[in-house]
Every structure is written in structure tokens, then in C-alpha cells.
């Protein structure tokens, strides 16, 4: 195991090389995943605000307002 | 070349392909580090040192063959106006130049024990370090722009520029006096390499190839989706100004 580390007097450029290489291409596609998830879960957040365009009103109590918005956004009331 | 054009169609296809690529990444590193580290011989003039080979010339290939792909999506994305093109090049840079730092870094550190020096300013190791700048300015120029399809439409400009650098990094060792050895893969009289040294090679280049695609694909969905969001509140923006009634869009 010494040996193998040691790489002929040659070990510490060959793992500093190794571990850069490393390194980098982790740090490169943790990056990339932690980026998509996060734009992933974005999305699902947006578009749950589409789902209720009116979260502040009490459910089932439709106002003449509400039904407007309703009607502006979907077509029809639902 | 049409059918990748929908992002949707894209998007299919990715999901299928992504676990392939990321199991053949991992399963040729395993194979490739086992071969590179254990399995190959000592170089007769190297020693144990040539075994920074197997990351360095993988690495230095895929800088090149990623910014080709990347010169290739910014030409489609110019001339047919493709929505993925533009995306897979913006998605394509930082890996490229990741690639292109890790054959600069291990080739710094391989030419200190070989040549005594960490660096010369000589026509290969200069020409990837423009290599690596071209990346830096094709990162910076896509975000630069407030309206993305102005500062896309610029990068793909200097990305087909950039494409100029690529022939004369292959063929600097050949046109101009180097440290740098010449090429020992494409040559006229085949490999100038030993079957046991050129299987880890051909291996890693095999595992670096997967390894872009597979963060390509992920880095491409995050765009996607990042326009797909700023559509979606484009659209909110809009139907908020309609909500409050069309004077308020004088405003």
C-alpha cells in the first residue's frame, strides 16, 4: 500500500492530479443536479399559484369578484 | 436534426438516455481508474508518472471535442434558430471548460517532474489557455444580456470564432518547437502506444464522453425549465396587469 501511494517518488504530483480531476467533475455535477432540482421544485411552486389564483379568499365563498377572476382565467367557474 | 428541436421531445428522449449515460459513467471510471492506476505498466522513461496521462489526455480531448459540439450547436442555433440549440450550447460551456482546466492543471503538474517547469508559453499550452478563455466569454456573454436571446446570439458569435483555435490546437505540437510531445493516437502509422497503456486511455475518454452527456442532459433540463418558469411568470405579470384593468398598463 506504501508503494502503491509513494507511485515511484512520483505519488504526490499523481494523486494532486488525480484529485483535482476529481474534484472538479464532482463539484461540476453536484452543481449542475442541486441547480435542476432547485429550478424543479420552482416550477411546482409557480405552478401551484396558477392552480389558485385566489389563495387569500375563504374556499367555497365565491364573490362576484372571485367569479370574475375565475372567469378571466379559466373560461368557466369550476 | 428537427425532432431534437422541441424541447419536449428532447425531454423524452434525455429521460431515457440519462440513467444509461450515468451507469456507463461510473462502470468505465471503475474500470478505466482500476486500469490507469493498478493494471498498466510504468512508462520506461516516465516511471510511474505517466499515469497522469490517463486524465490529462482524456481530459485535453474532451476540451476540444466538447467546444466543436458546442461551435456545432451555436451554428444550428444561428442558422435554423433552434430553441435547444442555443440552450446546449449554454448548457455545454462550463463542462468544457472544467475539461479544459482539469488538462491544464494535470498537464502543469505531469510537466513539472518531466520538464522541470510548471508552464512554458509555448504554441500547445498557450492555445489552450485561449481555449479556456473562449469558454469564460462564451459563460459570461450568454448571461450578460437582460433580453437572454441577445447575449445567446453573441456567444454563438464568438463560440464560431473561437472554432479557429481548434485546428491550431491540434496541430500546434506539429507547426511550431515544443516541449509538448507530439500526437501519438492519429497518425499515419497508427498508435505509437502500447496496447496496455492505450486500453485505460481509450477506457477514461470512454467515462469522460458519458460523463458529459450525462451532465449535459441535467444541466439542458435546467435550462429548459428555467425558460419554462420565466415564460410562466411573463404570463402572471401579464394576466396581474389585465386583473387590475387596462388602465393600469398605461402606467
Redesign the interface.
Known sequence: MPD?LD?????S??W???G??AL??VG??VA??R??RA??V??AD??E??EEPTPVRPVGVLTDDSRD?LD??NGSPS | MYRFANPKRFLRIAAVVLPWSAALTVAFLGLGLYLA??ASP?DYQQ???V??MY??VP?AWMALFVYSCLAAASAVALIWKHPVADLAAKASA??GA?FT??AL??GS??G??MWGVWWVWDARLTSVLILFFFYMGHMALTSAFEDASRGERAAAILALVGFINIPVIKWSVDWWNTLHQPASMIRMDGPAIHASMLAPLLIMAAAFTA?YV??LI??L??EI??R??GA??MT?IQ?RQ??RGPHMKEV
Open positions: 502503491f507511485m515511484g517518488a512520483y505519488g504530483f499523481i494532486t492530479a488525480y483535482i480531476a472538479v467533475m461540476l455535477f449542475s443536479w441547480r435542476l429550478r424543479e420552482a416550477l409557480l405552478l399559484t396558477f377572476d378571466g382565467r | 492506476l493498478l510504468a516511471g510511474e508518472s499515469r497522469i486524465v490529462h481530459a462550463p463542462i472544467c482546466f482539469i492543471a494535470t503538474i505531469w513539472k517532474p460523463y450525462t451532465v441535467l444541466r433540463r435546467g425549465l428555467a419554462k418558469i410562466l411568470r402572471r394576466d389585465e386583473e
